[in-house]
């Protein structure tokens, strides 16, 4: 089978496309035909051997498939169920996942959509619910044109914000915002974002979140999922009186099993209902190269895949409209 791995560390450049032996469950894992898989900010930390991973390695991270065989003592799943998940290396034909990190993936839904909610929807949706969002508050969205962040932006506006505003890098992502639902575009280095919000959900750290904390109104709330750190003074939090939240999606499924459980369901409705459009670039699987070299140039708008089955299934009719393919 075809399998992308990197034999050497650093960016896109050092991945390239091997043929394997495809993979065999064991106890406690089942086999899934990979559909489509994700292409994360993590996998680059990975590339450049953050964390020493072994050599040959192969990104890990989201997925959508259908299982192909079952380990022994694997319970409740079967062959022939489409799923999507987590593991630990997904840029495959095959791959190997363990059912805790899987889920249930209705049969209608596009590969790239699917892939869209099931990891960065989950996160989208669930900060809006940890951070306390109510119907008529004003959100801010910081890296509102990724993966996560632009679902962020459709998710508040259909959820009743009375005004939306992101923050991205680059101006030249506002009409993309705009249509998504956005009402106010800002710049990471502009001096003025505007009005103060009731909610921050801060996806881009480092010096953007103690700027982001500048924009809660007094008592207002803030949300940081973002993987790269960031400072905050603990006196600033004091003098803004607003509530800082941390969302770590494993500890949530921990403790909140029944939040994530409401979240995803929540989810798949809106999908089904036209009233959530994700938005993807997607990439052959032998351009992997290509698909990464995109997130590491921020240019990408929406969530960037690599779509694995070939021949890919025919897509819904306005699957061009809202998928840019590569």
Not at 8 to 32: I, K, M, N, S, T
Not at 68 to 78: F, K, L, S, W
Not at 106 to 123: I, K, W, Y
Not at 142 to 159: F, P
């Amino acid at each position: 089978m075809r399998k992308v791995r990197f034999h050497r560390f650093g960016g896109a450049e050092v991945l390239q496309v091997d043929e394997v032996p495809a993979p065999v469950p064991g106890p406690g894992e089942v086999l899934v035909r990979t559909e489509a898989a994700g292409v994360s900010l993590m996998q680059l930390k990975m590339l450049r051997g953050v964390g020493e991973p072994a050599l040959p390695g192969s990104p890990g991270g989201g997925f959508v498939g259908r299982i192909a065989a079952v380990g022994r003592d694997v319970t409740g799943h079967r062959v022939g169920d489409r799923v999507g998940g987590v593991a630990a290396e997904v840029f495959a034909e095959q791959l190997l996942a363990v059912p805790a990190l899987i889920t249930p993936v209705p049969e209608e839904a596009a590969a790239a959509d699917a892939l869209s909610l099931v990891q960065g929807g989950l996160v989208a949706l669930a900060a809006l619910r940890v951070g306390g969002f109510v119907p008529g508050e004003s959100v801010l969205v910081t890296n509102a044109a990724g993966g996560v962040g632009h679902l962020m932006v459709q998710l508040a506006r259909q959820l009743g914000a009375s005004r939306v505003v992101t923050a991205v890098s680059d101006p030249a992502k506002g009409g993309f915002l705009r249509s998504l639902g956005a009402d106010e575009v800002v710049c990471y280095a502009e001096a003025d974002w505007g009005a103060p919000v009731d909610l921050v959900l801060e996806g881009a750290g480092g010096n953007v979140l103690p700027r982001a904390l500048s924009t809660v109104r007094p008592f207002g709330r803030l949300v940081t999922l973002a993987g790269h750190g960031g400072t905050l003074d603990a006196g600033t939090v004091l003098g803004a009186a607003a509530s800082v939240i941390g969302l770590a999606m494993a500890q949530l499924a921990r403790h909140r099993a029944e939040l994530v459980a409401e979240v995803r369901a929540e989810l798949w409705r809106l999908l089904a209902e036209g009233q959530l459009s994700p938005a993807s670039v997607v990439f052959p699987l032998e351009r992997a190269r290509d698909a990464v070299a995109l997130l590491e140039s921020r240019a990408n708008l929406g969530k960037v895949v690599l779509s694995v089955v070939s021949p890919p299934p025919t897509p819904p009719t306005d699957f061009m409209h809202r998928h840019a393919g590569a």
